[in-house]
């Protein structure tokens, strides 16, 4: 990941661009991981957007998304007597 694109993913968060120039100068430092980059934003009050933690989406059995569910008609043709 770049650091345009890490810049890019802040802003579109909603992070202070004071915040963003902050973390990103401390970075350079300790380096761009992940897992530093959202400690960094928890610090200053913000949610994670660099980690996912992928426990919280176990439960995508019971996931509804509103659509019906749509049946594949097959490619050849089929006559039913």
Given at each position: ?81
């Amino acid at each position: 990941m770049k650091i345009s694109d890490i810049k890019l993913e802040m802003e579109l968060y909603g992070v202070d661009s004071d915040d963003i120039a902050e973390i990103l100068e401390l970075c350079k430092s300790k380096g761009y991981d992940t897992h530093v980059l959202d400690s960094e934003l928890e610090k200053r009050g913000y949610e994670k957007i660099f980690s996912i933690n992928y426990e919280d989406y176990d439960d995508m059995d019971d996931f509804d998304d509103e659509y019906p569910s749509v049946q594949k008609f097959g490619h050849k043709k089929n006559y039913v007597d």
